[in-house]
Each structure stands twice: as structure tokens, then as C-alpha cells.
């Protein structure tokens, strides 16, 4: 194919095909050859323009930059001939944004490539300055109604605030959202995940926001990560699917994450130095949590015992445990499970412990058990227990004073109350 004239022998169908199995460079390098090949390049399925790297001449740059732009008004004329919008699996479009200059290009390619029922979307659009308003901004009405479209990349670009009152989803076959550099009007990543009723997989990298709160709901959503965004708070909720959470950041305003009904929660690795809360509620019995935050100063976590939690946080104050009662269900107290208790509440090295359970029995360990075994609780200032059902005897009683005076040998002091 690097010849610069066709095989004379090929009838126009033959090449018509040749040509759509080609990436698109080839394929408008090819189609140029012939006038009669013209054009062909533009019902590609497959559409990948990048701009590349730019000269660092002004004159050379500016010159490769117009020539990019012909290449996609050149594309939306060859669509506009054709009466035919054949499908398009996939468009590509990675250029430089110069400040609404390409407003109205960009738009009509993203809208032909609608038109064209598209699956996948990739758009990056660097502008040369990166102050936000020189950003593109991007209505999330463009996307009304792309039922075909399965995943979505959007780089360098700001998305405006989205009608809260829309009732119709955006994008109701969206599996995969990935989200680089975009900054965020108002509550528009909150109602632009709304309108993806079907994704399970989202990712927010050094992504900005007009507000200080990252609220994502969704009940379809599996993985979630959020690297080096700037947000203050972090809000999940309604995450009833949410096998996966991945949270890294550097920001020194980070202050809060909390993860509401992941009741299918298996996997955690939270690095922030920054973070002072943390609050899980819900989880698999089988959660594996990394959380490294030497900020932390508060963590409140609803969890089983088998979870494997390792937290790194020397300035936790406050830690509150919350077991779930089927933990509890079994009255026979094995020595398997006074050492699952024992090394769950190791993880957790807090100045102050909150442990919220079911039966008081559970925690009253055997004197065989604790003369073989070192204290979970070493550095504990103050022990609280809530039960269901607190000890009425006092045999009970003088037991669990016992357990607890073992579990955490340099507390301070220690307090019973029934759970309400």
C-alpha cells in the first residue's frame, strides 16, 4: 500500500472494502489517490483522529493545526453527501482546543458521530492555556439519547451544570465513564452518572469541581476510582453494587470519604495523606481494605469479621466498629473465633475504640485464650461497648470486665451501653 497508485485491476467494490479495513490515515491517504475513492475514508467505523505533538514553532504549529482542522470539516462534508450514516463503533478525537475557535466543529463531529449510533468515545481537548475558561465546555444534552454508546473518555474539557428536572437518560448503555482533567459545574458529575443508569465503571483523575463535595449515587456501579481530584468531601451512596473503591490523593483540603450501602463491597485501597474521615457502611464478608492515611483522625466502619483491614493512621482518635449481627448468630464460641476477633481489632490502633455488637458473649475471651495470646488493644485510651443484649448477671458481668481488661490493658477507662 505504500505505492503511490492503485492495482488497476481491482474493481471498485473490491477497493471500497480495502479501503474501510484500514486505519484511518492510510484509509484517507488511499482514498486520495482516485477521485473516485474520495470520501470513502468517512464511513470508517472506526475514526481516529489525533492531532499529535505539535512544533514548538508558532508558525509550524499553527500551520499542522489548520491542516487537522480540514481534515475533520472535510470529513463532515463527505457525511453530509451521503445519505447514509453507516454505524461507527469507535471515534477518537485528540486536538488541541483553541479558545472558541473549534466550537462549532467539534460539536457537529460529536453530534454526526450520535447520528452514526457510536459505542465507544474518546475526546481529549487540550487547550493551550489550561485556565478554565479557555477549557471546551461540554452540555451533557449532547449526549440526549446516545443509546449505543458503551463508553465514554473525556479529557480536558468542563462539563456544564445538568438539568436536574431531565427525566430521560443520557446515556442508558454507558458501561465504562472515564473522566481525566474535566472540571465539574455545580452537581453535573452528580446528575451525569444519574443519567448513565447501566455504568459500572467510573473514573475521575485530577478532575476539579465548582463545589466541594464529589457526590456519586449509582446502583449499577461496580469499580470506582478517584486519583488527585479536588475535591473536599467524597459522598457515595446507594452504591448497592459497588464491588471496588480505589482513592488516591494528594490535596491538603480532602477532609471526608464516606461509602453508604456497599453491602457488596470486597476491595479498598485508600492512599491520602490528608484525610481526616472515614466512614464505611456496608461491605463483603471477605473485604480486603488498605487504607494509609497518617491524618486520619476518625474512622467509623460497619464491617464482618473476616474482613482483612490493615490501617495505617498514627493520629486516629476516634475509632468506630460496628459488626454485623450475623457475626453473631452462633452462641458456640469457638477458639477460631475469639482469634478472628483478636486480629480484626489489631487493625484498628486508636486512642479511642466505639465497638458496637450483638451479643456481649462473643467478646468474653477464655483465660486459656489469653494467657496464649497478646492483647488486640494495646494503645487504647478508653473502651466503649454497645450491645443488643448487655450482661444482666454478675458472673457475666465480672467476665466481660475481665476480657475487656485484657483486650485493652492500658485503657483509662471503659463503658457499657445497650444498643438502642
Known amino acids: 500500500m505504500a505505492d503511490s497508485t492503485l492495482p488497476p485491476d481491482l474493481p471498485d467494490l473490491v477497493m471500497h472494502q480495502i479501503i474501510l479495513l484500514l486505519p484511518t490515515k492510510p484509509a484517507i491517504r488511499m482514498s486520495s ?3 473516485q475513492y474520495e470520501g470513502i475514508w468517512s464511513a470508517l467505523r472506526v475514526l481516529d483522529f489525533k492531532e499529535g505533538e505539535l512544533p514548538h514553532d508558532d508558525d509550524d504549529a499553527n500551520d499542522k493545526h489548520a491542516k487537522f482542522i480540514n481534515i475533520l470539516a472535510r470529513y463532515l462534508a463527505f457525511r453530509k453527501k451521503d445519505e447514509q450514516q453507516p454505524l461507527l463503533d469507535k471515534l477518537t478525537l485528540h486536538m488541541r482546543y483553541l479558545f472558541g475557535d473549534e466550537d462549532a466543529i467539534i460539536r457537529k463531529v460529536l453530534s ?5 449510533h457510536v459505542k465507544e468515545l474518546d475526546i481529549s481537548l487540550r487547550s493551550k492555556h489550561q485556565e478554565l475558561e479557555c477549557c ?3 452540555s451533557c444534552m449532547v449526549l440526549m439519547n446516545a443509546k449505543n454508546l458503551t463508553t465514554l473518555n473525556l479529557e480536558y474539557l468542563r462539563i456544564k451544570e445538568i438539568d436536574s428536572a431531565e427525566t430521560e437518560p443520557l446515556c442508558p448503555s454507558l458501561k465504562t465513564l472515564s473522566l481525566k482533567t474535566v472540571h465539574f459545574d455545580d452537581k453535573a458529575l452528580f446528575y451525569l452518572v444519574l443519567g448513565c443508569p447501566a455504568v459500572e ?3 475521575l483523575t485530577s478532575c476539579s469541581f465548582d463545589t466541594p463535595v464529589l457526590h456519586v449515587s449509582s446502583s449499577s456501579l461496580r469499580s470506582l476510582e478517584v486519583k488527585n481530584c479536588d475535591a473536599e468531601q467524597i459522598e457515595v451512596d446507594k452504591a448497592t453494587n459497588l464491588e471496588s473503591f480505589t482513592f488516591v490523593s494528594k490535596f491538603p483540603l480532602l477532609q471526608s470519604i464516606t461509602l453508604n450501602d456497599t453491602i457488596n463491597l470486597n476491595y479498598i485501597k485508600i492512599r491520602a495523606q490528608y484525610l481526616t474521615y472515614f466512614g464505611l457502611f456496608g461491605c463483603q464478608d471477605h473485604l480486603n481494605a488498605t487504607v494509609n492515611t497518617p491524618s486520619l483522625h476518625h474512622l467509623d466502619i460497619h464491617a464482618h469479621l473476616t474482613a482483612k483491614v490493615s490501617v495505617n493512621a498514627p493520629n486516629l482518635w476516634l475509632a468506630s466498629i460496628t459488626l454485623e449481627e450475623e457475626e453473631f448468630s452462633n452462641s458456640n ?5 475469639f482469634a478472628t476477633f483478636c486480629d480484626f481489632l489489631k487493625a484498628f490502633c486508636s486512642k479511642n475504640i466505639i465497638l458496637v455488637m450483638r451479643d456481649f458473649k462473643a467478646i468474653i475471651f477464655p483465660d486459656n485464650f489469653k494467657s496464649a495470646c497478646y492483647p488486640p488493644l494495646p494503645s487504647t485510651n478508653r473502651l466503649d461497648l454497645i450491645m443488643s443484649n448487655p450482661p444482666t448477671e454478675e458472673s457475666d458481668i465480672s467476665d466481660l470486665e475481665e476480657s475487656l481488661l485484657w483486650m485493652a490493658p492500658n485503657a483509662e477507662e471503659m463503658v457499657f451501653a445497650q444498643l438502642v
Open 33 to 35: 489517490l482516485s477521485k
Open 112 to 116: 454526526n458521530s450520535l447520528e452514526r
Open 201 to 203: 465503571y467510573l473514573s
Open 333 to 337: 464460641w469457638s477458639w477460631k473465633h
Open 136 to 138: 471546551y465546555c461540554l
